[in-house]
């Protein structure tokens, strides 16, 4: 595939900006910050060169080999969060790199990362616990029910572990209307969690919404947003959305 080049990434970012922008306008959120994720495992060595000239910032990473390997390349160019399922054993490998980890999913993990603090300069390791709103056998992440268990065993690390808010995976689908639910569910979740759980985490980040319905996301109160190839995709332009 012929590189895209930084120009067209840029301009294509825009549209994703401006596309925010209008969500949090109709939501009523206008003036709040919802940061745009750059899913690195769809971008080559170059386009993400090109992505840093595009103005982009925040890179997710998948993988840990394939953290390492860019972010040895390209260093403090971007802030690097960790997308994928974390396995315990790849833990030590993760922490130091990453400023988020957006896929915790069981108290083991979560007291993995706590005895890997140390190698974060003392500083504890934020994540956001990954729950699965759909239900789909084929999605990681906890139920609803689950999720307070996660917060006792973040809560007993005395802050080497600290949950920022949590993740969701919508179904794949062709219209955004029909995972709308799943937006609104996280959000629902978190906000009555929040109230009881303030005194230990904040709980204000909501990384949920991907390139095909992130309007809808924004618009039920996502603050990370995460988009795939839709930069680099020079057969498929980049259309408005509505949150419809």
Do not use: C
């Not at 990370?224 to 419809?244: A, C, F, K, M, Y």
């Amino acid at each position: 595939m012929t590189e895209v080049v930084a120009s067209e990434i840029r301009n294509r970012l825009e549209i994703v900006r401006e596309n925010i922008e209008d969500a949090l306008r109709r939501s009523g959120r206008e003036g709040e910050e919802v940061r745009i994720l750059v899913a690195g495992k769809y971008y080559s060595a170059g386009q993400i060169a090109a992505l840093k000239e595009a103005g982009a910032v925040l890179l997710g990473e998948n993988r840990a080999e394939d953290l390492a390997e860019k972010q040895g390349k390209f260093g403090d160019d971007f802030e690097w969060h960790f997308i994928g399922h974390v396995q315990r054993r790849k833990a030590k490998e993760v922490v130091p790199r990453v400023s988020l980890i957006h896929s915790v999913d069981s108290v083991r993990l979560i007291e993995e990362l706590a005895k890997r603090a140390g190698s974060a300069d003392g500083e504890s390791v934020e994540i956001l616990l990954q729950v699965n709103v759909s239900g789909e056998e084929s999605k990681y992440g906890v139920g609803e029910g689950e999720i307070e268990e996660l917060l006792e065993a973040a809560a007993v690390t005395e802050g080497k572990v600290s949950i920022r808010g949590f993740m969701t995976l919508a179904p794949m689908v062709e219209e955004a209307r029909e995972v709308r639910y799943v937006f609104a569910k996280l959000k629902e979740i978190r906000d009555s969690l929040k109230r009881s759980w303030s005194p230990h985490f904040e709980l204000a980040e909501l990384s949920m919404g991907m390139s095909n319905d992130y309007a809808a996301a924004v618009e039920e109160g996502a603050t990370i947003v995460r988009i795939g190839r839709t930069l680099i995709e020079e057969d498929v332009p980049v259309r408005r959305q509505d949150g419809s």
